[in-house]
């Protein structure tokens, strides 16, 4: 069955590496997506894709940024990690074009900075 | 700022209790999605309304959209004890179909 796949699932890391959260769709869609979800914010949109080489910065894109080099796949790397990224992460994908555009969510990430 | 506000944030009501849970949002939109988040997991999408539409229905779902007070709203009829999660209401603007914004949502406890 196709699915939305994010790894890993829990991550603690020190302030300052670099870390990346991997994100793999069969789907077969177009259009991929990363929020970050903390409690009182709901999601809040990261970057997003369109497509092979297409990537845009979301609403709280500083400190974070996406390649997208296959249809599949969608990296989300913190450059330099920092305490104020903690949260939980979460990759969507949906078809397109379309004007229907249901998100297929993926299980998610808890990040911990040190 | 996010587009979509879920009011009340919290709700607690008794197995077999109608839940409903309000949504209002700030532009105009191309279609308004409701998703349920069970604890630890991802957003599993459950209805959507595209702004042409007044009502929609979904099993015991059913949804209202309001362009003019530009507000919706989802009502759980009958509700179990497995309709405990948290909803969101996601809106698709006019502009720019692919992204949803998301509100913070509304935690429904249902007691058995």
């Known amino acids: 069955d196709a699915e939305i796949t994010q790894s890993p699932r829990h991550k603690i890391t020190e302030t300052g590496r670099q870390v990346t959260l991997a994100c793999h769709q069969t789907?077969?869609?177009?259009?991929m997506f990363w929020y970050r979800q903390d409690l009182g914010h709901g999601l809040r949109l990261i970057h997003y894709s369109y497509g092979v080489q297409d990537t845009n910065k979301g609403e709280v894109s500083d400190g974070y940024s996406v390649s997208r080099s296959n249809t599949e796949d969608l990296p989300l790397t913190l450059e330099s990690a920092a305490s104020s990224q903690t949260s939980v992460y979460f990759c969507?994908?949906?078809?397109?074009?379309?004007?229907?555009?249901?998100?297929?969510f993926g299980p998610g990430t808890r990040l911990t900075v040190l | 700022s996010q587009q979509g506000e879920e009011d009340p944030q919290a709700l607690s009501i008794q197995e077999g209790e109608n839940a409903t849970m309000n949504c209002s949002y700030k532009?105009?939109?191309?279609?308004l999605q409701w998703y349920r988040q069970n604890s630890g997991r991802g957003l599993v999408h459950l209805i959507l309304?595209?702004?042409?539409?007044r009502e929609k229905h979904s099993g015991r779902l059913r949804v209202t959209l309001d362009t003019s007070k530009k507000s919706s709203s989802l009502l759980i009829t009958a509700s179990r004890a497995a309709d405990t999660a948290s909803y969101f209401c996601a809106t698709s603007w006019m502009d720019s179909s692919y992204k949803l914004i998301f509100g913070s949502g509304t935690r429904l406890l249902v007691r058995p």
């Open positions: 309304i595209r702004s042409n539409e």
């Open positions: 789907w077969n869609h177009n259009n």
């Open positions: 969507a994908s949906s078809p397109g074009p379309t004007d229907y555009n249901e998100q297929f």
């Open positions: 532009t105009s939109i191309n279609n």
